[in-house]
């Protein structure tokens, strides 16, 4: 068998094989298995922990939410108040996300994407401080440790 028909092959078995991952994880929810990854050296799997998975992600759209209302009021028509309210919102929405514990490693690396792809977000954990002077990075770098592993002194993923 030639190398294209060999590799044709090799990616119908991993089409054929992702599809009966994903109907068995559909047809059984309650394996409360997240997301399957599969590497050359093997399959990752990851495990939805209830109340943890649900609550940077609605932070993630908090803040997303209180910049789309804030950028909506910004200059329209000199109305200062509606600005400052809707920048207040942001302001807390920005706080709750920065300051918000990881429990996991896939909440860090959840964290860095956002900030990553949000500009107004890495501008504020830049150049902003808390009303104890704290630099948002900082805050930012102590969300992001795990907790300690009481057994190992390592921290738990």
Request: glycine share 6%; aromatic share 6%.
């Amino acid at each position: 068998m030639n190398r294209s028909v060999k590799a044709q092959t090799a990616l119908q078995r991993l089409d054929a094989l992702s599809k009966e991952v994903a109907h068995i994880l559909n047809e059984n929810p309650e394996l409360a298995i997240e997301r399957v990854s599969i590497y050359e050296h093997g399959v990752h799997t990851i495990y939805q922990i209830p109340g943890f998975s649900d609550v940077l992600p609605a932070l993630i759209r908090g803040h997303s939410e209180a910049f789309a209302a804030w950028t909506a009021n910004v200059g329209l028509a000199g109305d200062l108040v509606a600005e400052a309210e809707a920048f207040k919102r942001l302001e807390c929405a920005e706080l709750e996300f920065i300051t918000h514990k990881c429990r996991s490693a896939h909440e860090v690396q959840m964290k860095l994407a956002y900030v990553a792809e949000c500009r107004s977000m890495a501008d504020s954990i830049h150049g902003e401080v808390d009303a104890n002077g704290t630099p948002y990075q900082t805050l930012l770098l102590d969300s992001l440790r795990l907790p300690a592993d009481t057994g190992t002194g390592r921290a738990t993923a």
